[in-house]
């Protein structure tokens, strides 16, 4: 179990961990980008979840589960990193717990695409729902977290809480418009704060 461990830690030490979190954004948009030009007739009127039932399905459900395992790996590094100038740990430890849950239940996604079969249809659409739920808590915390910290431009305050707005109004729309703008603005916040902890060396 220790070697496992040790071989885990030096694989996961091979590339700055920052880089976990521009693959993230890199792999999910491939996926989605591939799925959409085999997906004849597809259209931003569409959820983005009819792409894992298509014909591109393969490369939009193993897009999305990379993505997350990647983001989780991303995150492990960004709730250190956060972690280590905070003195409210209770808020760090509920930040972490629920940005380590929407990772995983955003790969389940794609585990478990959208289908005809009601129990994975139901398994699909409840992973997404906790995914999204967790991540206006930990955006929403983070903002807080990183306001208050000296190594993060107050930017990334800002766009953590857009992000989280576009979340929530999804959510109360349900439009398929807005789940692009909701899945672009996740994949900017992504890529913006991972280019800014590599390029800061934080």
């Known amino acids: 179990m220790g070697q496992l461990k040790t071989f885990i830690l030096k694989t996961y030490h091979l590339i700055p961990a920052p880089i976990y979190g521009l693959l993230s954004a890199i792999i999910g948009i491939t996926g989605d980008i591939i799925s959409i030009l085999l997906f004849q007739g597809y259209s931003l009127n569409h959820m983005i979840s009819a792409l894992g039932t298509g014909p591109g399905g393969i490369y939009f459900n193993i897009g999305t589960f990379l993505s997350g395992m990647f983001a989780l790996l991303f995150y492990l590094y ?40 009601i129990v994975i249809f139901v398994l699909h659409g409840t992973f997404a729902l906790i995914s999204w739920l967790s991540a206006i808590v930990y955006l929403s915390i983070f903002s807080i977290l990183i306001y208050k910290s000296k190594n993060f431009s107050r930017f990334f305050t800002y766009l953590a809480l857009i992000t989280a707005g576009t979340i929530i109004v999804f959510l ?19 890529t913006l704060i991972s280019a800014y902890l590599l390029y800061r060396k934080v």
Request: net charge positive; charged share 15%; hydrophobic share 55%.
């Open 172 to 190: 109360l729309t349900w439009i398929p418009i807005i789940e692009w703008i909701m899945a672009l603005a996740v994949s900017i916040w992504i």
């Open 78 to 117: 960004l709730i250190k990193a956060i972690g280590k100038e905070t003195n409210d740990q209770k808020k760090h430890k509920v930040g972490s717990f629920f940005a380590i849950n929407s990772c995983i239940f955003f790969s389940l996604v794609g585990v478990f695409p959208t289908s005809t079969n």
